[in-house]
């Protein structure tokens, strides 16, 4: 008997979907009546003052969501190419720096080169010639030849300056060497 029942007792709970289904050709539409459009839904309420100040409200908010999301694409698409702009002019100047970068760099090795060729001209000299001429620059320009000598050469030197000129020569080859971290 209770094999029977089960059966039974679906049919029973089937029957009423079976005869809405009958009198329902548009099932499907029924059953999802909330996804139908606004005006449809309103159609049986338009007597409420309450149900139509809701959808009107709901109406607003969905227009200003919108406009909204509008205003918010725009904006991602200004700052997609402010982005971009950006991007591109971040590589110029970094370019602009690499060149800039290597021309100081060719520019302080030449001015190396020179320096060296100097100081090689000045350490051949003799110390009472090469006096004479050190004694002329400028005190600073001086110090830094004579710091770049042998240290034979440049105290051979230095011994044919004059004291007064020798203790000036000498007080810039100290401040150099302070100054250097």
């Known amino acids: 008997m209770r094999k029977r029942f089960l059966p039974v007792l679906g049919l029973i709970l089937a029957l009423p979907v079976g005869v809405a289904a009958v009198r329902h050709v548009d099932l499907p539409r029924s059953l999802f009546a909330f996804a139908a459009a606004p005006a449809t839904l309103m159609e049986g309420c338009m007597d409420v003052p309450e149900a139509v100040a809701m959808a009107s409200e709901l109406r607003d908010r969905a227009l ?94 230095i011994a044919a300056v004059e004291p007064r000129q020798a203790a000036i020569l000498t007080t810039h080859m100290g401040a150099r060497s302070a100054r250097k971290p």
Do not use: H
């Not at 971040?90 to 060149?99: G, H, I, P, W, Y």
């Not at 520019?107 to 000045?122: F, G, H, K, P, T």
């Not at 004579?146 to 440049?154: F, K, Q, S, Y």
């Open 64 to 157: 200003r969501i919108e406009t909204y999301t509008q205003a918010l694409e725009a904006k991602k698409a200004e700052l997609a190419v402010a982005e971009q702009t950006l991007r591109a002019r971040l590589s110029e100047l970094r370019a602009v720096q690499n060149s800039t970068q290597n021309r100081r760099t060719q520019a302080s090795s030449a001015v190396q080169e020179d320096i060296n060729r100097l100081v090689a001209v000045y350490d051949v000299m003799k110390p009472t010639d090469a006096a004479q001429v050190l004694t002329s620059l400028p005190p600073d320009f001086a110090a830094e030849i004579l710091m770049r000598l042998t240290p034979e050469n440049g105290a051979r030197i």
